[in-house]
């Protein structure tokens, strides 16, 4: 990752969605700051007022708070959409760890898988999470273009012969 505005994104970013979230937000941020008539400034103290202004969640405003004041003003009205896109671009080409399970998962738990995959498959990516509720149990990855099936009905089709054989044997009485 050569980009160290892209390492920054990806330090509160696991997945694709909250990344381009983040790009969204900085942006917005941003027009508030460039382009409205506000007097505002690229610091801190213009983050409370995009804040106010705003009215957006918490979580938001703590993202802003977090970022760097050395990366907030190396921004310009002319470089911010420029800069913005350049990050975007650069996100695109790092890998993608794609994992397909039952139900939605809660932040932590998105953050937890994000901190695993980070520190056991590769530093450099992003994680697309999709919800297929027909998984019931288990999960799906897909890996440098290779799925791994980790689901119940993979697991019956897998071992189908074997199950049939126990079944066929009867169940011995206690």
């Given amino acids: 990752m050569t ?17 381009a979230h983040y790009i969204s937000l900085v942006r917005e941020f ?7 008539k506000h007097d505002a400034s690229v610091s801190k103290d213009g ?3 995009f804040a106010v202004y705003s009215q957006k ?9 977090a970022l760097p004041s050395s990366f907030l003003s ?5 470089s911010l959409y420029e800069t913005l896109n350049r990050i975007s671009e650069d996100a695109k080409q790092l890998k993608t760890f794609s994992l397909t399970v039952p139900v939605v998962f809660s932040h932590t ?6 901190t695993w995959a980070r520190q056991e498959v590769s530093h450099d990516l992003l994680i697309d999470i999709d919800v297929d509720p027909s998984i019931a149990v288990g999960c799906r990855l897909v890996w440098n273009n290779m799925l791994h ?4 009905n993979q697991y019956l089709i897998k071992n189908q012969k074997e ?12």
């Fill in 3 to 19: 980009n160290p505005f892209l390492k920054i994104f990806t330090e509160h970013a696991y997945t694709r969605t909250d990344f």
């Fill in 30 to 36: 941003l027009e508030f700051i460039f382009f409205t």
């Fill in 47 to 49: 983050i409370e007022q």
């Fill in 57 to 65: 969640p918490f979580t938001d405003i703590a993202f802003l708070r």
């Fill in 74 to 78: 190396s921004f310009t009205q002319e």
């Fill in 109 to 114: 738990d998105v953050e937890a898988i994000g």
């Fill in 149 to 152: 099936d980790f689901t119940f």
């Fill in 163 to 174: 199950l049939h054989e126990r079944f066929a044997q009867g169940v011995p009485n206690p």
